[in-house]
Each structure stands twice: as structure tokens, then as C-alpha cells.
């Protein structure tokens, strides 16, 4: 009988969350955990888009407030929780590119509607692997890769040898290489 544990598996989580969800309707505060269990995905799905951190930030910071605000009208019709989610996301999105439009021109938001559940775990992956790394080996991951920066602007805002923050980086993704190999098998 193994080949029903995956379905078992799957409805365990899909039970789980329904719970998680209905507990959230009957008291807002325990929304938390929900927040918790889709942030990376959402911010990665919105990031993908967006393609600058800071407004990626506001914006996943908008579905939530949006979901927040109107999880008494979420009804539960099968999909994961987090596929609404990405429809307020995309909404929220196609808001912002419409509103930037008459202030900056600039390249349209990626038209596709299909969801890549696999690539946003990929991210979430990624995201929680970089948060574990020692806080300097984050610091110049998180600059030189989300920010933008080159190394010797990182080795002169952290005052060290550009030599230096390349074997910080080095270090730091090796470890993230390390540790994504191993959890992708």
C-alpha cells in the first residue's frame, strides 16, 4: 500500500491548512501561521515580476494586508489556500503596473497567469537556506545578488578587502549549494 501514502500525505496537508484557515476566520490573530507558511512563495512570486526588492517588499506586504482583510469571504473550494494568494498577488501587481504606467515607462510585468508551484518552492528553498548562513556571508549574498552590488562596493560599505568579501561569498555559496544539494537529493 505505498502508493497511497502520497495522497495521504497531500490530504494531511490539505486538512491541515483548511484548519489553519478556518481557525484564521474565527480569530484574525491566528493568521500568523498562515503568513508564515506562504510568505516566501508569495514574495518570490511578486519579486518575479517586479524585479526591485524594495517594492516587492510593499507589495507582498499589500496581498497580505489584502488577505487579511478579506479572509471572512475565503471559501474553501479544493485549491491550496496559496492560490488565492497568488490571485491577489497578480492582482495587486497588475494594479502597480498600472499606476506606475503614466509615471515611469518601463518594461510591462510578465503577462503569465500560470503559477510555477515548483519554482517559487525552489525560491522558498533558496530564501530559507540564505537566511541560515552566518550573518556576513548573508549580508554579501543578500548585496551582491539581490542588491545588485559589485564587490568592491560591498568591501567598501563593510570597510574589508574586496578579496575578503570574495571568500565571504565563496564561503556563503558553497553552503547554499551544500545545502540545496541535499535537499533536492
Do not use: C
Not at 156 to 175: D, I, M
Request: aromatic residues 8%; positive net charge.
Amino acid at each position: 500500500m505505498v502508493a497511497g501514502k502520497p495522497a495521504s500525505k497531500g490530504s494531511r496537508a490539505e486538512a491541515r491548512e483548511r484548519l489553519l484557515v478556518e481557525a484564521a476566520q474565527k480569530d484574525p490573530s491566528r493568521f500568523a501561521e498562515l503568513y508564515e507558511n506562504n510568505f516566501e512563495r508569495v514574495y518570490a512570486f511578486i519579486a518575479r515580476r517586479v524585479r526591485d526588492r524594495d517594492v516587492a517588499e510593499d507589495l507582498t506586504s499589500d496581498v497580505f494586508h489584502k488577505a487579511l482583510a478579506n479572509l471572512a469571504g475565503f471559501d474553501w473550494r479544493g485549491s491550496p489556500f496559496a492560490a488565492w494568494l497568488f490571485r491577489i498577488a497578480a492582482n495587486v501587481v497588475a494594479d502597480r503596473w498600472k499606476r506606475a504606467g503614466k509615471e515611469v515607462a518601463g518594461d510591462p510585468p510578465e503577462q503569465s497567469t500560470e503559477i510555477d508551484l515548483e519554482e517559487l518552492e525552489q525560491r522558498g528553498r533558496l530564501f530559507r537556506a540564505v537566511e541560515g548562513l552566518p550573518a556576513d556571508q548573508r549580508r554579501v549574498i543578500g548585496m551582491r545578488f539581490a542588491e545588485g552590488k559589485s564587490i568592491r562596493e560591498i568591501s567598501q560599505e563593510l570597510h574589508k578587502t574586496e578579496g575578503a568579501v570574495k571568500q565571504l561569498q565563496f564561503r556563503g555559496l558553497e553552503k547554499l549549494r551544500v545545502q540545496l544539494g541535499e535537499q533536492n537529493g
